[in-house]
């Protein structure tokens, strides 16, 4: 049975506050710990995860969001490459709620 667009965009716009949070703590974080790299991957991969599951109804939204992320011009280092990723998957995610939200 597939879920309604209003409930599915609901459910969006909740893991669109929880890559607010993401953005937040990264941005908090002092990098100062060994594992950071490997923690901020799991996070960002565990929050798209959660995204694109909610997205199986939803085949050209879902293919749009996973599209590869554009290559940065330098070599910013991880912790930049995580936020701007977090922050274009944000867009996208952004895009995607509106399409699918109905208009009311």
Avoid: C, K
Avoid at 35 to 60: G, K, M, V
Avoid at 69 to 84: I, K, N, Q, V
Wanted: aromatic share 6%; no cysteine.
């Amino acid at each position: 049975m597939r879920v309604p667009d209003r409930e599915v965009a609901a459910r969006l716009a909740v893991l669109r506050r929880a890559g607010v949070d993401l953005e937040r703590r990264l941005r908090a974080d002092q990098m100062a710990a060994p594992d950071s790299q490997t923690y901020w991957a799991s996070q960002l991969a565990a929050w798209r995860e959660e995204i694109e599951d909610s997205l199986t109804h939803y085949p050209f939204q879902l293919r749009a969001l996973q599209q590869p992320m554009p290559a940065p011009d330098d070599d910013p280092g991880w912790a930049s490459e995580t936020l701007r990723e977090l922050l274009e998957t944000r867009a996208r995610l952004d895009a995607t709620i509106e399409r699918i939200t109905p208009d009311e």
